[in-house]
């Protein structure tokens, strides 16, 4: 198996950075279409456990559209060939908390889809400490 294919990995990169924009936005319906239609879809969130697309979806459309916008750290998307893809991401919206963030992304004929997502939030762990300088 190919890990990283170039062109696959801009694909899906690009699908990750339309995915971002749409989540800051509140752009319900990119969310939706790069959601994986499916009842076996699944996304943990930060308070919800959703099953399914119809889950997904409705809790979208419930949620504020206020205090999205992020940043993003320490991005990682590797593929595994040609039609798979894990997406992980931290993000901050404020200080003291750090967010995780994992998407396993499936090529699909309509294009790429997010079939599983895992959204978690914990306390900004210490800065690790320093090496001892070597004389």
Do not use: C
Request: glycine residues 6%; without cysteine.
């Amino acid at each position: 198996m190919e890990i990283d294919i170039p062109e696959v990995k801009a694909e899906v990169e690009a699908a990750f950075a339309e995915y971002e924009r749409a989540l800051v936005t509140n752009d319900v319906s990119v969310l939706d279409r790069l959601f994986w239609n499916h009842e076996k879809a699944v996304r943990y969130g930060a308070a919800e456990n959703l099953y399914g697309a119809a889950e997904i979806a409705a809790f979208r459309a419930a949620r504020p559209a206020q205090g999205l916008a992020r940043s993003l750290e320490r991005t990682r998307i590797t593929t595994f060939g040609r039609d798979f893809a894990v997406a992980s991401t931290l993000f901050r919206r404020g200080p003291g908390r750090i967010g995780r963030q994992q998407q396993s992304w499936v090529r699909f004929p309509e294009g790429w889809r997010i079939v599983a997502a895992h959204v978690s939030v914990i306390e900004e762990p210490p800065a690790p400490a320093a090496a001892p300088a070597q004389s």
